[in-house]
């Protein structure tokens, strides 16, 4: 947790826009306020010094300035009425606008708390925050962790590597290497009562070596069973582990279940089963693993033999192996190739013998650097270093971290967002490559993927330089196998081609032309991927060599930084951050992802098996990533549609509303008399209008959530906050102010003119008050896409409220200034006439210019909401041929992309991911039960020697399958088209069209 950085405080960019636009607002009303000032003063001088004697000036303005001294009188009342205006016209600062916008979020916040489509084994998706929810619609950059964000981080002992020989391979009849079927027979573990009849491994000489008691296998398990800091416990009378990392206890249960069983330890002593043997070994001193080491070691003593035993990443091992023995270090090495190839993580075993002198001497160094108090980790670190050295290699190990279910679909579907997607990993570079493959980050059509993986800052900068002048050159060759040593996709995933006819190539996304940064960074036609080095990154993140980097990586589509730490992701997320100015989502299931998540814009936690330190830091949490794909392309879009809506909508009301005084201002001298009722300046955004647009925030969407997922390109606009900005904000202001405008010259015109007696401040009020609320109610019925009872009932019962209201407030019950207007009002056919004259000249050009940009100017969202209307009205017309017997047959459809077959891991990703593990605890004894002076604390103890064979039969729960894995078929993507003039394709069947026209604006 050193690297998880500060907590900072978050807020979304339209928080950051509105506080601007409220300054600017302000600075309007001040303006307002200061020719009203200006104006009364002229007026004042003008003509209204002429009513002294009917009306004389306040005593107050007297008390002030002689009565002879007119214009300094005149001056004091021009000021008196700045103020004045000030007051009358505050309520175009919109001070409720921020609570609305509050109860707007935390509805969506619970959208997604609700969503049964993000529930994963009982875990839903839960909203940690409720003033993010719209940035979710507008993310450019995507950082994710690997292990347990991608993969299940559920691990399986898969196959090894022992003195040179190569178990776990599935061979066929003809000897040739195949992937295991359903009908692929098993080891048979059933003779080990202590087996997990859930462990599937399918190379039998393994076990049979083993049974031989083969010296090599036998060590091989030994260190397996011994080489940890797993802690044993009983549940339900079965013996499980708990381990530090699921790597770890996948090891252990592995050992367990070829004969080699740890049954319990305490701080001095471990002790296995060893074939049906019960072994204690003494406990000297375990080194323990941490993200500089990536490596752990035990110190055993056994029959006056003094053991060191050691795993860890391949890298390290091999450096500190005793000279000599090539051969068999290159045979390991080409099988740990191999199994990274295969996107398996793998770890190395090494062992040697020490002297009781060898380890005397280093045992002072070591108490002597464990008891230091200064730089304390360093100098055990480097103690550690002397004895780790000289070692004998044993073999390798090769687990299998699944992907989840949905993953590769997932990252396909924010790409064609036009999301960038970053990996940050612990792994090798071969394994990153191939676990780029298998999740479709990296994909067959790339042009070419950059490899940088200079060992010093001139190298970096070489190899970037290089890759961005072949970024600006159509011909750079592709990456091949055989030119670059990179294994390459084995799975044939194709994808549709830049030509493929679909609906993203014949829309637009925003008026026309295409939007996003992705877009005008990259052509479509030189897509490229970038894989670094941590090594490499380090001087790629220097000062001088960042802006290189950052340019180099913004022109790739997808970037994977292999080999970081904690504080490299958090750094790499701050720079695109910085110098991008992009919206950033960082997406991680550990405690080494804090730092990322609290450095980007949105933290997203994964509730896996790493803990809940991701999730605490987060602003969102899920289950598993596929969920991310719902959680942008639904929530976070409809998140931002509504609240964009609402805002635009928002500030056209109040200014609609307000600017009535203003224009008032010229008929009543400049006196700050209120046009309206001070009741209805009240209730106006309390009552009367709060409702249907709150209706319209939490529930309107343009096209329903299928959609949304099937056309990733609807969520592009929020990339360049097309929906809401400065521009978008002075369209509504000006609508505001042309609707105030004519609302209340139409009103006065009709009124004044009146032959119904409709004179008077109080009949004129009320009448502009009603025709304004008719208008701005239906101007929120217009601006409404999808309907729902709520917004029925919030829509008209507004306008009855309103009416109601009215009706009750200028009765006889209260003593108003506006008695019987409202009577007076209702009751003339000119003030009906007037209503319906004013919404229909207002609302025309409204309807009008939306039909004709639907109709010349589509956006996506516009042809995709007519394709959904027309499949409602297919499946209506289906459902009518079906009542007829008119049915059709069905077709199957043929997918455009086939799922890999083969999934993909890592390669000593375990020894860069794996976090400190119990090592401390174990030797002090610190949390185990009776203390270090209690002797053997044996948590399986006399159970374990007294079990019988007929207890191998039950069922064994060790970590590594203590999750079941939940299977769903993945889905796929396929190409759809606009309905043409003859027919459409349905379900892989040509259906007759039925004809529709758009209505709904």
Known sequence: MQNSGKTKLKRTSIDRLLNYLIIGIVMFLLCMCT?????????????????????????????????????????????????????????????????????????????????????????????????????????EYIFSDKTGTLTQNIMTFNKCSINGRRYGDVVDEAGEMTEPLENTPLTDFSDNPEADLKFRFYDKTLLRDVKKRDPDCDLFFRLLSLCHTVMPDEKNGRLVYQAQSPDEGALVDAA???????????????????????????????????????????????????????????????????????????????????????????????????????????????????????????KVDAVAEEIEKDLILIGATAIEDKLQDGVPDAIYSLAQAEIKIWVLTGDKLETAINIGYSCKLLTDDMREVFIIDADDAAGTQDQLEKAKTKLGSPDSPMLSPAADGIPRSKSGV??????????????????????????????????????????????????????????????????????????????????????????T????????????????????????????????????????????????????????????????????????????????????????????????????????????????????????????????KLYTPGHQNLLFNRQKFFRSMMHGVATSLILFFIAYGAFHYSVDDLQGIQAFGTGLATILIFTVTLQVALDTSYWTYINFITIIGSVVFYLSLTLFMYSNLFATSYLGSEKKVYSSPAFWFTLVLTVVILMVPVVAARFFLIDTRPTLSDRVRLRQKNESKLKRFQVSAHVAGLTRPSASVTPTARRRKNRRSMRSSYAFSHEKGFGDLITTGTNMPGGKESGSVRLWGKKARRRTDQNGAGAVITLANAFVEESSPEKEMQEVRIVGATGDQVDGVLRPVVPVQITSL
């Open 35 to 139: 020719i009203c000032t200006i104006a009364c003063g002229i007026w004042e001088s003008q003509i209204g010094v002429k009513f002294q004697v009917i009306q004389p000036w306040d005593v107050f303005v007297e008390a002030i300035v002689n009565r002879q001294n007119q214009s300094g009188a005149i001056a004091v009342i021009a000021v008196l009425m700045f103020f004045s205006y000030f007051i009358v016209l505050n309520t175009v600062v919109p001070i409720s606008l921020y609570v609305s916008v509050e109860m707007i979020r935390l509805a969506h916040s619970f959208w997604i708390n609700w969503d049964q489509e993000m529930v994963f084994k009982d875990i839903p998706a839960k909203a940690r925050t409720t003033t993010l929810n719209e940035e979710l619609g507008q993310i």
């Open 585 to 712: 989502l960082a997406i991680g299931d550990g405690a080494n992802d804090v730092s990322m998540i609290k450095v980007a814009h949105i933290g997203v936690g994964i509730s896996g098996q790493e803990g809940m330190q991701a999730v605490l830091a987060s602003d969102y949490s899920i289950g598993q990533f596929r969920f991310l794909k719902r959680l942008l392309l639904v929530h976070g879009r409809w998140s931002y549609y509504r609240m964009s809506k609402f805002l635009r909508y928002f500030f056209y009301k109040n200014f609609a509303f307000t600017l009535c005084h203003l224009w008032y201002a010229f008929f009543c001298g400049f006196t700050a008399q209120t046009v309206y009722d001070p009741w209805f300046i009240s209730f106006y955004n309390l009552f009367y209008t709060s409702l249907p647009i709150l209706a319209l925030g939490i529930f309107d969407q343009d096209v329903n959530a299928k959609n949304s997922i099937d056309f990733p």
């Open 494 to 583: 194709t994808f549709p081609g830049p030509g493929s006819p679909t609906i993203h190539d014949i829309a637009t996304v925003e008026n026309g032309h295409s939007n996003g940064t992705a877009a005008k960074e990259m052509d479509e036609n030189n897509i490229c991927a970038l894989v670094i080095q941590g090594k490499s990154l380090v001087f790629a993140l220097t000062p001088a060599m960042e802006m290189l980097f950052l340019e180099v990586a913004s022109l790739c589509r997808a970037v994977i930084c292999c080999r970081v730490t904690p504080l490299q992701k958090a750094l790499v997320v701050g720079l695109v951050k910085k110098h991008k100015k992009a919206i």
């Open 256 to 378: 367990r279940n070829f004969g080699f069983v740890f049954l319990y330890r305490n701080p001095t002593s471990i002790t296995c089963k060893i074939m049906d043997e019960e072994v204690e070994y003494e406990l000297l001193d375990i080194l323990d693993f941490n993200n500089v080491r990536k490596r752990m070691s035990v110190i055993l003593r056994k029959d006056g033999k003094i053991l060191l035993y050691c795993k860890g990443a391949d890298s390290i091992i091999m450096e500190r192996l005793r000279p000599g023995n090539d051969q068999l270090k290159q045979i390991t090495n080409d099988h740990l190739n191999s199994f990274a190839s295969d996107g398996l993580r793998t770890l190395c075993l090494a062992w040697k013998e020490l002297t009781p002198t060898q380890y005397s001497t280093w045992k002072a160094k070591y108490h002597e650097a464990t008891v230091a108090l200064e730089n304390r980790e360093e």
